[in-house]
């Protein structure tokens, strides 16, 4: 890439020398002067519409707009001359005159663009004397309240909506001073209730219902913190008023992901504050679980290690990963060092876990920003449904794909969002991640010459034929070709890959072959992991195989599977629950089962009631995220803090303090005055942490592993091709949808709003044939068992692929599908069919 | 009087292609399409110093000349054929009259820059037109002389007639080229000017009507023969739309150059008995009114500009002592309020906001203070408006209360009912 011609002006009177094509507005900021804008957005292109940055720019005649205009050479500007001020004054008193003046009732007081510029701009009385327009307020869906009175038609909404989203849920419509902010056909919002129009609405005519009336921004105790459901690690405001959480919002200043957030981020807020929070420490006695004592509760836990140790049995854990980088610690040295067990793990979705090594070599390709998206030449996504499952990463791409035609190769077994715009899609069938992973990785392999790992994977490849491949994926070699030609077409790129392939029954042979297609290409490989601190967890060695920081454990211990295998068949004395419930994610939910009901001690440390706690033969309650200091590690081994936003709930306790008294229960002399003396600890012994409790946060460096070079070409083994769906049956995939997170959302009343309970969704050509219709309830039964769910046209699904989002106590993915693969054929019949009015 | 583009307008079926070409037409593009090289063309428009007739006056030459050579995007001839400004009503005739010219001289603007497909955007109430051009174009493109291989020159163009919907801002060049790709109709940023960036991303001239159809008389006579006619800086002749209490109201093909007083009192032989000259607004009602006291000034680019006011599309709008300056201003405000797209603060509250003064004003509810209201809004939002409109919409205002201010003045007076101005406001 070629440096940028560097551009000199004057503003104000000062000099300042920026990139050419940086807008004024951006340029007066590097010299701390501030433009006032309205339809102008960061992430957005110039409109010009609003005129509020009219400046002044000597030899021109009139006023020109700062947020369209480009930093030329010599040109010189005044951002408070009179011409200036005058014409933004101007443009102030008509942006008034319809605006009312209910900013005592208004959610956007105190935190208003308008407001903020008409203290600065504005006349304080208007010589418009005629009446104002007016309009009802209305309900777009249970997200979006619309008041048209306090529009002022600078179409941020819409185009933010229509170009970074690609919904087009919002649209203007009439015309001159009728012009009005409206949902497509006239009804309530369809789209993913993201909810950024109404972030970026600079008046309040757009606002949140959930929030509505709820706080004045001078009321609330707002506090940085990051989201703890996907791994992007976004950063966002928790507001508390009164003890409770009622909303979150991002700040275009700060984080990964400045002003965006999907929708279980800012509506995700209520679980911390949920009345069905676990507030103490339960025992087991008598068949059921009692409250008890802390000290009672972890004398039991002790005595219970205590046991197992003696009595040579396994002890072991399972963790989510959810939890802090210093609960993982901690966590790891509880089991490795003070109960002497190397049986430890974090990936409990995932049917055949990356090997130690493998998660290694990933670790050593460098980091990749999500900022750098806005200049890659192109991009790969494998197996993620990027806008589903990663919103921040999805969003980022969708706006480039919209905005300069990036080229965008998604391969995926369903048509989702990003695929349908891309440049090139590869929708492979279900379970032939593998196959269609081979496919691509011999077209690029072909591409490219001579030495090193391209000339040994080109060898490999080699003979490789393209009709197993063809036939194994559904695929052909042409669509290969142009989807390695797609990736080849632009300069610096980008390979991204995510829980569909993580949690394929052939994932590592995949990740080998993403390995090797990134050496081949030269692209960035970066690993979207499904939770908030799935990066920490890897990091800090919560795994069977490596300890933290990527050294190979000695004698490496059990994975998930072998721990609830060997639990089943008796051998194991302590199973730690660390926030983690098997029952709801384990592919086999029978063998979680029998492994919670076999092992001699279960202790469970949770926020809620699952299925697993219950179990449990002491439950201890944990301190959610929102009520907790430390810090998480996001897809961009980015570390940030984590603050407590409220206060804890009952007698709630962070993980890391358990597990300390634990471990000075059994014996051991740890003693952490406070978190800072844990960190240093982190620190010293975690040498890719060196930043952690000093500059964490979006400002910080993401870590790299010290003196990792590239691995080499990986060998791919070849995968076995899915057969075909069974006859009048549906095959139907599982993952996060767009509204929920795992199971934690479904305790947030505004996220079962969006979407209330078990949900199948299926492409509208796949219902035709099915005969279901948006609505029904249906029967749906698979290999695990039978569900009920409504039906929902659309969505991620198809074609000939369902979607079934795994988010509900009762209806889990596992329940349905069955031990072996992540995809299962489903027989659907309907149960009671929607009612129409 | 009517040397150009209006020669022979009135034979009879001179749509018909056969009448035509009987009178010389497709001679151009015969010549052009075996002898002209694209740039050679080019050059010789800029040499004829044509000048864009829809308003704005800028050199077409130059404009043509602006579109890359090599292009990866495909270019386009688009026409403005959106006429809508009131007081004006040339391409209209010119269509409806001779079609075939028009399509001459797309035929060489897309010659001059290498487009393959060309577009007339036809002002929606305009549909008995559209049948008229889409029938020239069927007999263009039977004989070979539109569509593939015109002439057997190898050259390919194709036309596709778009009927707007009733929109006076889809006459803003950018504008249109929304409307046409089928987004609604409002102005984009420019930078990148159409001719770079325009129509679907790729290289695009938009011309007017008019202006094209003089191209065919410059390839066929030489650039010489059309400066004959005209200034220096505003060479040719014009089509001037007279409306108004005048004898003789119609479209009138002058050199440009020509006195207003001979436009006015010669050729459309004077005002109807019973009226007297009040104001005329020379060029569309998007520029400053003038009252009697400009009859002289000759009706070109720089001169109308040097007395204040602007030559626009030609329309020439002619008012009488019966008419009140107050209604006329009120009612073109109210246009331009209903014709702002509503893009930008200031037209699309601008427009609104004054037409409620001028509407108290002319209902007798006027209060001390409107007028200085008005011409401190006309200064708030000329040159601060995202496009042409917002200027176009203050214009007439600003001049109106400068050139008359004293009607405004008597019609205040009497809604103060005699009151002193401090007592007046209050209503």
Known sequence: MTEPKMVTCTIDGRTVTAPEGTLLTDAAKMLGIQIPIFCSHHRLKPLGACRICLIEKEKTGKPVIACAEMVAEGAVFHTQSEMALKARKGIMEY?????????????????????????????????????????????LGPIVVLDRNRCIVCARCVRYCNDIMGDSALTIEERGFHSQINTRDGGELECQQCGNCIEVCPVGA???????????????????????????????????????????????????????????????????????????????????????????????????IQAARSAGKAVTALASARLSNEDLYLLQRLVR??????????????????????????????????????????????????????PLYGTSLLREVHYRRMPVVVAHSRRVRLMQEAA???????????????????????????????????????????????????????????????????????????????????????????????????????????????????????LPDLLPGYEAAPAPGWNTAEILRRSASGEVGVLILAGADPLAHFPDRKL???????????????????????????????????????????????VQALRSAANPVGESEAGWRIFERLATGLGSAWNYADLLALQEEIRARVPLYKVLGRRMGPAATSWALPGASLPGAQPVGEGKAPAAAAAGTLRVESGNSIFHHGMLSQHNKVQLKLLPGPTLFLAAEDAARLRLAEGDLALLEGPGGKVEARVKIGGPSGPGVGFY??????????RLFGPESPFADIKISTLSAAVHS | MNDIVFKGIDTPNLRQLAVYEANGGYAAVRKALKDIKPDELIEMVKQSGLRGRGGAGFPTGM??????????????????????????????????????????????????????????????????????????????????????????????????????????????????????????????????????????????????????????????????????????KSPGTKIFSVSGPVKK?????????????????????????????????????????????????????????????????????????????????????????????????????????????????????????????????????????FCALGDAAAMPVRSSILMFRDEYEARIREAAGGKTPETAGSR
């Not at chain 1, 003070?338 to 050593?364: C, I, W, Y």
């Not at chain 1, 033969?617 to 301190?623: I, W, Y």
């Not at chain 2, 209604?327 to 073109?332: D, F, I, P, S």
Request: with cysteine; hydrophobic share 40%.
């Open chain 1, 95 to 139: 942006l008034l005159v319809n605006h009312p003046l209910d900013c005592p009732i208004c959610d956007e007081g105190g935190e208003c663009d308008l407001q903020d510029t008409s203290y600065e701009h504005g006349i304080g009385s208007s010589r418009f004397v005629e009446m104002k327009r007016s309009f009802d307020i209305v309900d």
């Open chain 1, 592 to 638: 979680a089962e029998n492994a919670l009901r076999k092992a001699d001690f279960v202790l469970s440390l949770d926020l809620f009631e699952t299925d697993a706690s219950e179990m449990a033969h002491v439950s201890l309650p944990l301190r959610s995220y929102a009520e907790s200091d430390g810090s998480v590690t996001n897809s961009e081994r980015r």
């Open chain 1, 424 to 542: 090139s899609g590869l929708p492979y069938r279900p379970g032939s991640e593998l196959a269609a992973a081979r496919g691509l990785l011999k077209s690029l392999a072909a591409h490219q010459g001579a030495a090193g790992p391209a000339e040994e994977v080109r060898k490999m490849t080699a003979g490789w034929s393209w009709e197993a491949l063809a036939s194994g994926s559904g695929l052909t070699e042409a669509q290969f070709e142009k989807a390695a030609a797609t990736l080849y077409s632009g300069g610096s790129r980008a390979i991204y890959f995510g829980s569909q392939a993580l949690r394929a029954a052939e994932a590592p042979d995949l990740v080998r072959a993403l390995i090797d297609m990134a050496l081949v290409s030269g692209a960035s490989l970066v690993p979207l992991w499904d939770r908030s601190n799935s990066q920490g967890a890897l990091d800090m060695g919560v």
């Open chain 1, 206 to 304: 757009l606002t949140s219902r959930p929030y509505r009336f709820k706080a004045r921004p001078w009321d609330l105790k707002q506090t940085e913190t990051v989201c703890n459901f996907c791994s992007n690690g976004c950063t966002f405001h928790l507001g508390r008023r009164e003890g409770t959480l009622v909303r979150a919002r991002a700040k275009k200043s700060h984080g990964v992901n400045r002003d965006f957030l999907c929708a279980r981020g800012r509506y995700g807020y209520e679980f911390p504050t949920s009345p069905e929070r676990l507030h103490f420490p339960r025992i087991r006695q008598g068949g059921s679980l009692q409250r008890a004592e802390w000290s009672d509760a972890l004398g039991q836990a002790v005595r219970a």
């Open chain 2, 63 to 232: 404009k043509w000349s602006f579109v890359p050579k090599v292009s990866a995007e495909p270019k386009y001839v688009v026409v403005n054929a959106d006429e809508s400004e009131p007081g004006t009503f040339k391409d209209r005739e010119l269509m409806e009259k001779n079609p075939h010219q028009l399509l001459e001289g797309i035929i060489l603007a897309a010659w001059a820059i290498g487009s393959h497909k060309s577009f007339i955007y036809i002002r929606g109430e305009f549909a008995h037109i559209a049948k008229i051009l889409e029938a020239a174009a069927l007999e263009a493109e039977a004989r070979g002389y539109l569509g593939k291989n015109i002439f057997g020159s190898g050259f390919d163009l194709d036309l596709v007639i778009h009927r707007g919907a009733g929109a006076y801002i889809c006459g803003e060049e950018t504008a249109l080229l929304d409307s046409l790709e089928g987004f609604r109709g409002q102005p984009r940023l420019k930078p990148p000017f159409p001719a770079v960036k325009g129509l679907y991303g790729g290289p695009t001239i938009v011309n007017n009507v008019e202006t094209l159809s003089f191209v065919p008389f410059i390839v066929n006579e030489g650039p010489a023969a059309f400066r004959k006619f005209g200034t220096e």
């Open chain 2, 249 to 385: 109201p119609g479209n009138y093909e002058l050199p440009l150059g020509t006195p207003l007083r001979k436009l006015l009192e010669e050729i459309c032989g004077g005002m109807l008995g019973g009226h007297e000259l009040l104001a005329v607004i020379p060029g569309g009602s998007s520029v400053p009114v003038w009252n009697k006291d400009y009859l002289d000034v000759p009706l070109d680019f720089e001169s109308v500009a040097a007395k204040g006011s602007l030559l626009g599309s030609g329309g020439v709008i002619v008012m009488s002592s019966k008419t009140s300056m107050v209604a006329a201003t009120l009612n073109l405000t109210r246009f331009y309020r209903h014709e702002s797209c509503g893009k930008c603060t200031p037209c699309r509250e601008g427009t609104y906001w004054m037409e409620k003064v001028l509407g108290r004003i002319h209902r007798g509810l006027g209060m001390p203070g409107d007028l200085e209201l008005l011409l401190d809004l006309c200064s708030t939002l000329e040159g601060r408006s």
């Open chain 1, 805 to 814: 989002p795994d988010h509900f106590a009762g209806a889990e993915a596992n």
């Open chain 1, 337 to 390: 060092e003070v109960a002497a067990s190397p049986h430890l793990d974090h990936r409990l979705e995932q049917r055949a876990p990356l090997p130690g090594p493998l998660l290694k070599s990933l670790a050593a390709f460098p980091a990749l920003p999500v900022s750098a998206i806005a200049t890659l030449g192109s991009a790969l996504v494998f197996g993620e449904d990027v806008n589903e499952e990663q």
